[in-house]
């Protein structure tokens, strides 16, 4: 009865070069979610002063007027590329 049992192991095949491609793309695409996971859980520290869009609007007219000019007077320069911008 001892001699009826094998107890070899099973015969595995080796993966496919086509399998071990899928195999390391998905390992490498998870490690690549989790380090985007991260960055958007852990804060970031801030080096530089950011701008804040409030600031921008917050700016006094003189400021304002001398950033845009205005668009009348673009329209009457001589080198005004089409009159359809005016």
């Known amino acids: 009865m001892a ?3 094998d107890f070899s192991p099973p ?5 496919t070069f086509m399998e071990n491609v899928l195999r390391y793309g998905l390992f490498f695409g998870a490690i ?4 985007c996971v991260l960055a958007i859980i852990l804060p970031v520290s801030k080096s530089h002063k950011t701008v ?5 609007i917050r700016m006094p007219r003189r400021q304002l007027s001398a950033l845009a000019p205005n668009p009348v007077q673009a329209c009457r320069e001589p080198f005004a590329v089409s009159r359809r911008e005016c």
Not at 11 to 15: C, Q
Not at 32 to 35: C, E, N, Y
């Open 52 to 56: 804040s869009s409030f600031e921008y």
């Open 32 to 35: 690549f979610q989790l380090i």
């Open 3 to 5: 001699a009826e049992l």
């Open 11 to 15: 015969e595995i095949p080796e993966p």
